[in-house]
């Protein structure tokens, strides 16, 4: 930053969806009971999800599907491709120089891309000290949510 590089006056927003390392079959319907306490399913990526749980609370949208070997990855689906355990890895850029500033992971849901923005934008602000005036950021991040949050909260004005 100091070689000005990263300006920091404006901020791309964008996630790609990785595949999480659980089997399709390893899985079953939300609304069907799992019985946590089965030795069967004790696996750190289990210890994990429940501990979260715990700590937070349920947060968001009850998922359709839940992997009994990765709770935490999201049941989604790309077009014209059969449904995935998957998560989103949200980046932050600045645009000038194209530097990813900051990585957020979070579950494979839209929802979860106006929070992952909101984490790496207070991150970047206070690590170095950037704040940038615009972001740009394709159709799901123009939702309503994320313009309150990017735009109210942090003073950025969007630019989708």
């Not at 994990?48 to 609370?57: D, I, R, V």
């Not at 991150?123 to 950037?130: C, L, M, Q, S, T």
Request: charged fraction near 25%; include cysteine.
């Amino acid at each position: 930053m100091a070689e000005g590089l990263v300006r920091g006056e404006g901020f791309e927003v964008d996630a790609s969806i990785v595949k999480a390392d659980a089997n399709r079959s390893r899985g079953i319907p939300s609304e069907e009971s799992i019985d946590w306490s089965n030795p069967a399913l004790g696996t750190r990526a289990v210890h994990e999800y429940l501990q979260a749980l715990e700590q937070e609370g349920q947060v968001g949208a009850v998922p359709k599907r839940i992997s009994l070997t990765d709770p935490a990855a999201s049941w989604t689906a790309a077009p014209g491709c059969p449904a995935f355990y998957a998560y989103s890895t949200n980046y932050l850029i600045d645009i000038h120089a194209g530097v990813i500033l900051d990585v957020e992971a979070t579950a494979a849901h839209r929802t979860e891309e106006v929070s992952a923005t909101k984490t790496m934008v207070e991150r970047v602000e206070k690590r170095f000290a950037i704040k940038p005036s615009h972001r740009i950021a394709d159709t799901p991040y123009g939702s309503g949510p994320m313009r309150g949050r990017v735009a109210n909260d942090r003073t950025i004005w969007p630019h989708t």
